[in-house]
Each structure stands twice: as structure tokens, then as C-alpha cells.
């Protein structure tokens, strides 16, 4: 074939200018009101994109235990399902079956009675699950109050808790108009001091909450020995109070690596529990879980039948609408993985975290507090004999030029005084990222030894990362 002229200036149309030659790119891009024109679709994109750059790499964020990577076919499908609203039940009833599907997983998972009738729901995060759980607490409370004549003015209702709460909790209780009696920890006790939690209780106790995996430090509140408290309170007054496990991080984590461990609905008085299926459900954030034993345990006034959505149909939220995408992804976890593959996933995830631990004592620097044995998180301080001008900001900022995000944080009140560092290794991390990192962790402390300016105060005590 023959090509002349009119056929190059034929082509010349289909050229489309370079992004970067844009008359948006030229400009300084709309940030605090809607600019005038449209932008192209590819334009569009590569300056949001290009807005995002100096934010990290979400992989080497060992701040977060919110998951940072699935699979493509996930990836894929919870992309494909964005548009389906979760609350639509009756418009979208086979992602409600769904949704039940996993809400009887997780009830297998706990162990919930097969006597009784379990109940729960999917939750934007465990933050909202927390919500709910606390609410259930509170309603259940006060009807078991005014039924035993208890006068609701004199006080305001309790929440008893580990001061290594989650913020959520605090949230709950300033939400809600809950008094918030806080259980300090201690070096001695790192989790909720059993020796003293009941001293807390009183008739205006709403609850316990015992934390599966306390975010500060990746330790397990001591659940069957709260239990064992709790039903002997409960033999002694008609003022029962029970055990709601926040096991944002745990309760996903703990069935597959320690199915021993007693913590869960096997217990008489946990009545309600919690998890993220964004942590350790290995799903993308967006979702959480909560489940009750038995509905007796949830109060029918927190249950709203919404009828106009093409159906009758019950729902117990404090969000609305939002997208089904994280719910089908949560289902694709259970079905791709199984029991062995989340087993085998978090047992090699917990080996990674150990080896961590043992490669940080072998600087001789610092003192493990967890060592990835209970939920795999390393947390350390510096020992207190150990002698250095650099302090773990320092180590944090060094860290972060190689990538790294490592948080440096004071432990809660009565202990905080004490700066650690803490690592959260989630599935992503593997063996060989460990490695990698490990070699920037020793160039990092040499580098500081050899320092001659270093920026933070060695009495600061500030936040660097975040708690999540």
C-alpha cells in the first residue's frame, strides 16, 4: 500500500497532546473550589496521582494494621462491586447472603452456642462494631436498671476498660454520655489488671470490655480470667454485667494460631465480640464485624425495619449506606483461604515478626516488650542502662529516609514516661522485606552513632507514626 500526504495529516487528529504539555498541567490545579473547565479523564488522574506521590509506599507502613495488599482477582472483583449499595438488602439479596454467610463463619469461628441464636452485622471497621457493641451494653443496662428500680439520675452508666484502650472507646463514651473508668496498666501488668478490675464495677457498670490485642503493644487482656470474675459477681447480684471482647486485631488472628486459647463465646459471660476484617481478615480497610450470642443480648430498640428500599427489611447501623465492595471481598477471603490458608498465612506471618524481635535484641539496645508471639507486632524501648545521644524518634525519622514508617509513641497514662517502637507485620511482610529491612534497621542505629546533629529533644515525649 501506498502512502502520501493526506494520510499523515489524516493521522495528525488522532494525536492527543502529551499530559504533561496540558494546559492543566501548566497551572496550579483546583484545590479549595471547583475550577471553571473540565479536565481530561488521563489528565485527571495523573495529577490526583502525581498530588499522592510523597505520601509512602503503603507496604512499608508498619505503623498501620490495616491491610495493605490482596490478591488481583480481589482487587478485581471488589472493584467490579463498588456501585452495590450494602444497606440495599432487598435490591441486592445475594450479597445479603453473603454478608450472613460470613457473619456464620465468624460465629463458627467464636464458637458461638449452637443452642441459641447468635445475631450480627458488617460494620464500616470495628470502630463501628465497637459502637454498636457499647450501645448493646448500654440499652441491655439500663432496661435491667429501671426493671430493678435503680434510680438512672444518681449517676451516670459506666464502662470498665483497660487504659490501653483503643480511642473508639473514648469516642463511645463521649458519644453516649458514658463515664469511662479506666483500669491502668503497669510494667507488671501490661493488659486489664485482674487484681483490680471489679473494684471498678459497680450497679451503674454498663460492661467490660476486655481487649484481644491492645494496640500499644499487641498484648491479650486475660479473658477467662475476667470471666471467672465476672460470673462471681454475677452470683451475687441482680446487677449482672458482662464481657464485650474487642477483638479488632485478635479475634481474626488468635482462631487459627492458638485455637487452645479460651477467649471467646466458649465463655458464659462474653456476650458480644468484635474483629476488623481489615487487619487480620486481610481485607482492604473498610469493613468490620459484630456478633451477639444470643439476640437476647441485643435490644430490640437498637434494630430498625427500613421499609422502603423495596422491602421490609431489619438493619442495625450507624451508618447508612455504603458500598457492599469490602463485604464481597471478606466472602472471597473465606472462600479462597479456608481455615489452613488463613493457618498457614498467619503462621508465617507471626514467624516473620519473631525473627524481628530476635534480630532487634541482638543490638543489645533494647528491651522486647512483645516479641510476636501474641499478635505479630514487635514493641520495644531502649533499655535504660544503654547510653546514647539518639533517642527512637531519631531512629524513626532515620528509618522513614529508606521508606520505612515506624511509630514512636509514649505508653498510656502511668506509664508514659516509657517510649516504644512497634513494628505491625501483616501478611504482606514477608521473609524477605523482614531482611531487607533488618539491613536498613543497622545502618539506621550506625548512622545515628556516627550523627552530629540529631533533631528531637532526649526528653520529648511525643507521638511519631500512628496508633491504629
Not at 499530559?19 to 473550589?33: L, V
Not at 472507646?169 to 491502668?184: A, G, H, L, N, S
Not at 498465612?345 to 532487634?360: D, G, P, Y
Not at 522486647?368 to 514487635?378: A, E, S, T, W
Request: charged share 25%; net charge negative; aromatic share 12%.
Amino acid at each position: 500500500m501506498l502512502y502520501g500526504k493526506k494520510d499523515q495529516e489524516r493521522k495528525k487528529s488522532y494525536v492527543i497532546e502529551p499530559i504533561f504539555g496540558t494546559k492543566a498541567e501548566s497551572q496550579d490545579i483546583p484545590k479549595y473550589k471547583l475550577g471553571e473547565n473540565p479536565v481530561e479523564p488521563s489528565v485527571a488522574y495523573r495529577l490526583v496521582k502525581d498530588e499522592l506521590l510523597d505520601e509512602g509506599n503503603a507496604r512499608q507502613n508498619l505503623a498501620t494494621f490495616c491491610q495493605t495488599y490482596m490478591e488481583d482477582e480481589a482487587t478485581l472483583l471488589m472493584a467490579e462491586t463498588l456501585e452495590k449499595n450494602a444497606i440495599d438488602k432487598s435490591e441486592y439479596p445475594r450479597t445479603a447472603e453473603l454478608e450472613n454467610r460470613c457473619v456464620s463463619m465468624l460465629a463458627d469461628l467464636w464458637h458461638a452456642p449452637e443452642a441459641i441464636e447468635y445475631v450480627g452485622t458488617s460494620t464500616v471497621g470495628s470502630s463501628e462494631a465497637c459502637m454498636l457493641g457499647g450501645l448493646a451494653m448500654k440499652f441491655r443496662w439500663r432496661n435491667n436498671a429501671e426493671k430493678l428500680g435503680l434510680d438512672l439520675q444518681v449517676q451516670k452508666p459506666n464502662l470498665v476498660i483497660s487504659s490501653g484502650y483503643q480511642v473508639c472507646w473514648e469516642k463511645f463514651c463521649v458519644y453516649w454520655d458514658i463515664e469511662m473508668r479506666v483500669v491502668p496498666m503497669s510494667v507488671a501488668h501490661m493488659s486489664i489488671d485482674v487484681t483490680k478490675v471489679m473494684d471498678y464495677v459497680d450497679p451503674y457498670t454498663i460492661g467490660i470490655v476486655g481487649i484481644l490485642g491492645i494496640t500499644y503493644t499487641g498484648k491479650f487482656d486475660d479473658i477467662a480470667a475476667l470471666d471467672a470474675l465476672v460470673e462471681e459477681h454475677n452470683r451475687q447480684t441482680d446487677y449482672k454485667v458482662y464481657i464485650h471482647v474487642d477483638g479488632a486485631s485478635g479475634a481474626m488472628f488468635v482462631p487459627f494460631i492458638d485455637p487452645e486459647l479460651v477467649w471467646d463465646f466458649r465463655l458464659k459471660n462474653v456476650v458480644s465480640i468484635n474483629t476488623s476484617g481489615h487487619k487480620y481478615g486481610l481485607v482492604y480497610p473498610g469493613i468490620g464485624w459484630v456478633l451477639w450470642r444470643d439476640k437476647a443480648y441485643l435490644p430490640e430498640e437498637l434494630i430498625f425495619e427500613v421499609s422502603y428500599l423495596g422491602g421490609k427489611m431489619p438493619t442495625m447501623a450507624i451508618n447508612f449506606s455504603r458500598s457492599a465492595s469490602p463485604i464481597i471481598g471478606q466472602y472471597y477471603n473465606f472462600l479462597r483461604f479456608g481455615f489452613e490458608g488463613y493457618r498457614a498465612i498467619h503462621e508465617r506471618t507471626k514467624q516473620v515478626a519473631i525473627f524481628l524481635a530476635n534480630e532487634i535484641k541482638k543490638t543489645g539496645l533494647f528491651e522486647v516488650y512483645n516479641d510476636g508471639r501474641n499478635l505479630p507486632i514487635v514493641c520495644y524501648r531502649l533499655k535504660e542502662s544503654v547510653e546514647v545521644e539518639w533517642t527512637l524518634y531519631e531512629l524513626a525519622d532515620r528509618l522513614q529516609m529508606k521508606g520505612w514508617q515506624v511509630p514512636a509513641y509514649p505508653l498510656p497514662p502511668d506509664l508514659q514516661t516509657i517510649i516504644i517502637q512497634r513494628y505491625v507485620v501483616r501478611a504482606d511482610f514477608g521473609q524477605s522485606m523482614a531482611e531487607e529491612f533488618i539491613e536498613d534497621f543497622n545502618a539506621a542505629l550506625k548512622e545515628l552513632e556516627q550523627a552530629r546533629i540529631l533533631f528531637h529533644d532526649k526528653g520529648e515525649h511525643g507521638v511519631q507514626g500512628f496508633i491504629h
